[in-house]
């Protein structure tokens, strides 16, 4: 469960409490929202057992946000993520913080690319998705280069960690960590290059699921 922490005046916390119940209910996401009544308690965010995974701020007719990025792979590191917010509060901007800002730890390792005309060891955390097409798979890679796999996506799905790697369409293995956003209404992945690709609505929970556990460290 995610808990976000508001600290603001009596006016402004139930503008920016409503957004985001209703931004949490829109993607089925398990959240809490608690009020943060005295300005020292938003210090505790620096406490490793701190509950809030994002305290919202609302002070001198400015919103500002401090995340907490725990990684998944690395359970014990803790990252924090801190920037302004548009007002008024909507489902895209609030996006941007709860599922965009993905400032974990990609996990460590290589894909071994081995084919007749390449051998490579490719990153895991430059790897942006795999694709199926016209009788073969395509690794796309962050720099906008491209591979030429000779297994079939069912086969790389294997070899990859189930944790990170997500089949988001048929035909698709995307990589959470370049993930920039989800787009549930038009069913399309923005990467963080900002190149899109498609998402099944039958695979939008699961993949939404993985997301959050790789953000925060946590199952919903």
Known sequence: MITIGIYADSIDRKKISIAVIQFLKENQIEGKVSYIRKSHEILNVFDQHCKYNIIIISKNNELTYIKRNSSHYVKKSLQLTTGLLVSP????????????ENNYNCPHGFYKIDTNKTMRLVPYKDIEYFHWSEGKSILYLTNNETEDISNTVKRIKTELSEDYFVECARGYIVNLYNVKKIDKINQEITLKSENKIPINRKKFQHTFKMLIKDIYGMEL
């Open 89 to 100: 509060l909507n489902s895209e901007n609030l996006g941007e913080i709860i599922i965009s």
